[in-house]
């Protein structure tokens, strides 16, 4: 499909630098668009939500905006979109309020492919209802983790499962939809992680059947805010603490105190982004982020190929991320070489790769590397063919530097 790369570099100010950027797992950079959109929210009249004033009537645009955005987005339904500081902040905010529906005995599953912020909620909120954690585990030879793993370690008395839709550090994407068959048959609720996986791919809720997705804009173009896609029926018979005046509607009932207005606009913004990059320019925005992410995915991916390509030319590098199902990031170490010094030597050439577990440290360790993880390399809309070059090239110096190669 039709992918016209310079035109999406030409809407990031931060390229003007110069950069080679493969840190997006971490965070992207922010298109022109999502900046403009910020700014003008707080260029203009904003308050309290409401309809009698210009303020009033601003912010609830914003916020009603930011919530359909996000509904098309994920293939939620606009009443079950919680606006938050963070993913992690959000998912305790569940996690406290779930855990006042289970009793002691009950059992809640976690994966060690996970980020922390969907494994540490969990086990603490577990502790306090005296429920018991089950721990499905991945093979670290391929970064596969199986609706079998998950499986093994179901039972009657399972009342949620947490699973990550894709790893942020090995990419790997488990098959969300059996694992919530499986989840669901058990009478399970099923709470997903899609912070990672919603950069690179088309989500659909109701396919992958998760009961609770989160996401987090600044991930996928936009500005630093959490969300959560809930079932609105579901969301209806959770009660989260909150302040006696404020709304027991949903999902305000979820969001505690006042939203921040400019971030909501700038993620609607992001999402407009996105629908702006299908090659068509017809049909819902639901349609044109449908096949915006067909185009997205066949780019990043090609770049991918190149780089996986370019390092199997390299003998010290392991690449970790194996999984057949995965999206565009890579984790590698080097034998005998300390990956943090290789992300320093890359950074100072312009080429951002990082170093670390990235909150992924039970990942980290069940593949053996501890708490230091190895070194990061993501793609985001905006890489080209000439990132890639340079960061094969700047490897290959690293390894190789020109006065051993005599």
Same mark, same amino acid.
């Given at each position: 499909?039709?992918?016209?790369?310079?035109?999406?570099?030409? =809407?990031?100010?931060?390229?003007?630098?110069?950069?080679?950027?493969?840190?997006?797992?971490?965070?992207? =950079?922010? +298109?022109?668009?999502?900046? &403009?959109?910020?700014?003008?929210?707080?260029?203009?009249?904003?308050?309290?939500?409401?309809?009698?004033?210009?303020?009033?009537?601003?912010?609830?645009?914003? @916020?009603?905006?930011?919530?359909?955005?996000?509904?098309?987005?994920?293939?939620?339904?606009?009443?079950?979109?919680?606006?938050?500081?963070?993913?992690?902040?959000?998912?305790?905010?569940?996690?406290?309020?779930?855990?006042?529906?289970?009793? +002691? $005995?009950?059992?809640?599953?976690?994966?060690?492919?996970?980020?922390?912020?969907?494994?540490?909620?969990?086990? =603490?909120?577990?502790?306090?209802?005296?429920?018991?954690?089950?721990?499905?585990?991945?093979?670290?030879?391929?970064?596969?983790?199986?609706?079998?793993?998950?499986?093994? @370690? *179901?039972?009657?008395?399972?009342?949620? @499962?947490?699973?990550?839709?894709?790893?942020?550090?090995? $990419?790997?994407?488990? /098959?969300?939809?059996?694992?919530?068959?499986?989840?669901?048959?058990?009478?399970?609720?099923?709470?997903? &992680?899609?912070?990672?996986?919603?950069?690179?791919?088309?989500? &659909?809720?109701?396919?992958?059947? /998760?009961?609770?997705?989160?996401?987090?804009?600044?991930?996928?173009?936009?500005?630093?805010? $959490?969300?959560?896609?809930?079932?609105?029926?579901?969301?209806?018979?959770?009660?989260?603490?909150?302040?006696?005046?404020?709304?027991?509607? @949903?999902?305000?009932?979820?969001? *505690?105190?006042?939203? +921040?207005?400019?971030?909501?606009?700038?993620?609607?913004?992001?999402?407009?982004?996105?629908?702006?990059?299908?090659?068509?320019?017809?049909?819902?925005?639901?349609?044109?982020?449908?096949?915006?992410?067909?185009?997205?995915?066949?780019?990043?991916?090609?770049?991918?190929?190149?780089?996986?390509?370019? *390092?199997?030319?390299?003998?010290?590098?392991?690449?970790?991320?194996?999984? /057949?199902?995965?999206?565009?990031?890579?984790?590698?170490?080097?034998?005998?070489?300390?990956?943090?010094?290789?992300?320093?030597?890359?950074?100072?050439?312009?080429?951002?790769?990082?170093?670390?577990?990235?909150?992924?440290?039970? /990942?980290?360790?069940?593949?053996?590397?501890?708490?230091?993880?190895?070194?990061?390399?993501?793609?985001?809309?905006?890489?080209?063919?000439?990132?890639?070059?340079?960061?094969? =090239?700047?490897?290959?110096?690293?390894?190789?530097?020109?006065?051993?190669?005599?």
């Amino acid at each position: 499909m039709s992918y016209d790369l310079e035109a999406v570099r030409a =809407q990031f100010p931060a390229l003007k630098a110069g950069s080679a950027h493969f840190d997006s797992p971490g965070g992207s =950079q922010t +298109p022109q668009p999502v900046i &403009d959109a910020i700014a003008d929210a707080l260029a203009n009249p904003l308050s309290n939500r409401g309809q009698s004033t210009l303020g009033e009537r601003n912010a609830e645009a914003i @916020v009603t905006g930011a919530r359909q955005a996000l509904a098309d987005l994920l293939g939620a339904s606009p009443s079950g979109i919680v606006f938050g500081r963070s993913a992690t902040q959000l998912t305790y905010d569940f996690s406290r309020t779930l855990a006042k529906t289970w009793s +002691p $005995g009950d059992e809640v599953v976690v994966t060690r492919l996970d980020h922390d912020s969907n494994i540490r909620p969990w086990i =603490q909120a577990a502790a306090t209802a005296g429920a018991i954690v089950r721990w499905a585990d991945f093979d670290p030879a391929t970064g596969e983790l199986t609706a079998a793993d998950i499986r093994a @370690v *179901l039972s009657e008395r399972t009342r949620l @499962v947490a699973v990550t839709a894709a790893s942020n550090l090995l $990419g790997t994407r488990p /098959a969300v939809p059996e694992i919530a068959r499986l989840a669901h048959e058990t009478g399970a609720l099923l709470y997903v &992680d899609g912070v990672h996986y919603t950069a690179h791919a088309r989500v &659909d809720i109701g396919r992958l059947g /998760a009961d609770f997705f989160t996401c987090s804009p600044y991930k996928f173009l936009g500005p630093h805010l $959490g969300v959560i896609a809930g079932r609105p029926g579901l969301l209806e018979t959770l009660e989260p603490d909150k302040l006696l005046p404020s709304p027991n509607s @949903v999902p305000e009932r979820f969001e *505690l105190g006042t939203l +921040p207005y400019e971030l909501l606009a700038g993620t609607h913004a992001a999402v407009d982004f996105l629908a702006g990059l299908s090659p068509h320019r017809d049909g819902t925005r639901r349609e044109r982020l449908a096949s915006a992410f067909t185009a997205l995915e066949e780019h990043e991916d090609t770049l991918r190929l190149r780089i996986e390509e370019g *390092l199997s030319r390299f003998e010290a590098i392991t690449v970790h991320s194996r999984a /057949a199902e995965r999206t565009p990031t890579l984790l590698l170490t080097i034998r005998g070489r300390s990956t943090l010094e290789a992300y320093r030597y890359l950074a100072d050439r312009g080429i951002y790769a990082p170093s670390g577990s990235f909150y992924a440290l039970e /990942a980290s360790r069940r593949l053996g590397l501890g708490d230091a993880g190895g070194l990061r390399v993501g793609l985001a809309p905006y890489n080209n063919a000439e990132d890639v070059e340079r960061l094969l =090239q700047g490897l290959s110096d690293y390894l190789y530097p020109a006065s051993e190669a005599r």
